[in-house]
């Protein structure tokens, strides 16, 4: 047995949320759904911006891209 600890898809999404109010404000929702075609997806709804949507084989697989893609623009705007 490992001693890694897994994280739960809600600990991730209230990661996420936690990330986005700090840098950008209000944020209307994060969640996750299964799409027929193309799997799951993960999106982040802002109340000013455009929506963030990630892909991903499995739920903690989006999540994990949608994190890094808004850590990403995070460190891309704090370049500026």
Same mark, same amino acid.
């Given at each position: 047995m490992s001693s890694k600890e897994? $994280?739960?898809i809600e600990e991730r999404i209230e990661r996420i949320c936690k990330m986005? $109010? %700090?840098h950008f404000g209000e944020v209307r929702f994060v969640g996750i $759904?299964?799409?027929n075609k193309i799997g799951w997806v993960a999106k982040i709804q802002f109340d000013e911006f455009e929506s963030l949507v990630a %892909?991903? %084989?499995d739920a903690n697989d989006a999540l994990r891209n949608l994190r890094k893609r808004?850590? $990403?623009i995070i460190d891309r705007y704090n370049m500026v």
């Open positions: 897994v $994280k739960t986005a $109010k %700090e $759904k299964k799409h %892909e991903g %084989e808004l850590s $990403k």
